[in-house]
């Protein structure tokens, strides 16, 4: 192999490496953006929950107040 087949094999072999790198950080972002948007819809889940209860337990407190 003279030494310009050699050199354009190996800019094809960097081209695919820096292809696969660049997959690799975009799925790890994708990642980390899908773990942090789970993260808020559980947290938006448990201050629902808890808007509920609290919801629930001040009109039992006025009903039992009125009573």
């Known amino acids: 192999m003279d030494r310009d087949k ?4 190996m800019r ?9 790198q660049l997959m690799l950080k975009n799925l ?3 990642e ?6 789970a993260d808020a ?3 938006n889940a448990i201050a629902d929950l808890y ?3 609290n919801e629930t337990l ?8 009125d009573e």
Do not use: C, N
Request: net charge positive.
């Open 41 to 43: 819809r559980r947290v």
């Open 32 to 37: 980390e953006h899908g773990y942090t948007d």
């Open 6 to 9: 050699f050199v354009a094999a």
């Open 51 to 53: 808007a509920a209860s």
């Open 12 to 20: 094809e072999e960097m081209q695919q490496i820096h292809a696969l």
């Open 58 to 65: 001040m009109s039992k407190y006025y009903k039992a107040k």
């Open 28 to 30: 790890r972002a994708a």
